[in-house]
């Protein structure tokens, strides 16, 4: 059965530093979305993508954040300048608009921001 | 804005109890509801779905009824088995749950002992 992988599983990194966290959506899939989780706390929505852009984004994704679709299958989250409050567990979903409204979601990224 | 909340957890019971996990949601439209579990270390699977009220979504021995009335989707199980430990999100989707961001609730986390 085909999923969204996620990579990587744990991402630890420094206050001020860059991340890349990377998705490999469902091959025929045509919206990918970000959520994150802090700890403890609710699934929240960040971003959705779709042809090539952003579709819609959430007030938490501010500047700091982007979205790309670099290769034709890999979907990325960058956030520029870590912040300790970055710290969460990030999902990457998509969702076939051709027959079904199941949104799959990947296995998660970890981030620590120390 | 929309909303989701259900019971705090962590909730543990015995093989075979009746199983009970409540949601409520304010929404001004008409949104489509779900359940999502996460076995541990895995993803957001969607375990079962309802778009409309009165609608009873079902899976795998759980269901969930959408009441417009109370603004409810209690998830249910008639008897629960240790595979059933995991934790369990329910969510809503404002765009009829085709392309609509998800907006979820904290998460309740269920475990069952032998």
């Known amino acids: 059965e085909p999923e969204v992988t996620q990579t990587p599983s744990h991402q630890v990194t420094q206050m001020g530093q860059e991340v890349i966290l990377r998705c490999v959506p469902i091959?025929?899939?045509?919206?990918f979305y970000w959520y994150r989780q802090i700890l403890g706390q609710k699934v929240e929505f960040l971003v959705s993508?779709?042809?090539?852009?952003?579709?819609?984004k959430s007030e938490i994704f501010d500047d700091q954040f982007s979205v790309e679709r670099p290769d034709g299958s890999n979907f990325t989250l960058k956030i520029r300048s870590t912040k300790l409050e970055d710290s969460a567990m990030y999902f990457c979903a998509s969702i076939n608009r051709g027959g079904t409204d199941t949104q799959y979601f990947g296995p998660g990224t970890r981030l620590t921001v120390l | 804005g929309d909303s989701v909340t259900q019971m705090e957890g962590p909730v543990t019971l015995s093989e075979e109890a009746f199983l009970t996990i409540n949601c409520t949601y304010t929404a001004t439209g008409y949104p489509s509801l779900f359940w999502y579990v996460q076995y541990p270390g895995e993803g957001l699977q969607l375990l079962l779905k309802a778009t409309k009220a009165d609608d009873k979504g079902s899976n795998k021995g759980f269901e969930a009824t959408y009441r417009k009335e109370t603004t409810s989707f209690h998830l249910e199980k008639g008897s629960v088995q240790v595979s059933d430990s995991a934790v369990y999100f329910c969510?809503?989707?404002?765009?009829?749950?085709?392309?609509?961001?998800?907006?979820f609730g904290k998460g309740t986390k269920l475990s069952v002992k032998p």
């Open positions: 091959s025929n899939h045509l919206y």
């Open positions: 993508f779709y042809n090539n852009e952003i579709s819609e």
């Open positions: 969510a809503l989707s404002d765009y009829g749950g085709s392309q609509g961001n998800l907006i």
